[in-house]
Nanobody, 121 residues
């Protein structure tokens, strides 16, 4: 099995910063694609940022220049540095990892439990 644990959410004023982390453990051979999504009540989960195994990144237009996604392959940790936060960044943030399991050498998609980010104006 693979477990993902998210941390780092909270309440911050507009203009502030937060750093989200997602730590993966368990039956992990390697991690390919990694992404962060945001979900607000009544809406679908939207992609915020993604990073490939080679380090190529992709950001939604709304967060470009403010958010930075990174990964530490050695300890299976993914982070999202969020700067210059705006009220519209508010939501539950989920990490999503494509994991190749050691036991099967097959790829599976896993989600973190979600962490609430609230930006006050």
């Amino acid at each position: 099995q693979v477990q993902l644990v998210e941390s780092g959410g909270g309440l911050v004023q507009a203009g502030g910063s937060l750093r989200l982390s997602c730590a993966a453990s368990g039956d992990i051979f390697s991690i390919s694609a990694v992404a962060w999504y945001r979900q607000v009540p009544g809406k679908q989960r939207d992609l915020v940022a993604a990073i490939t195994s080679r380090g190529s990144t992709n950001y939604s237009d709304s967060v470009k220049g403010r958010f930075t996604i990174s990964r530490a392959n050695a300890n299976h940790t993914v982070s999202l540095q969020m700067n210059s936060l705006k009220p519209e960044d508010t939501g539950v943030y989920y990490c999503n990892l494509e994991v190749i399991r050691t036991s099967t050498r097959k790829s599976y998609s896993y989600w973190g439990q979600g962490t609430q980010v609230t930006v006050s104006s």
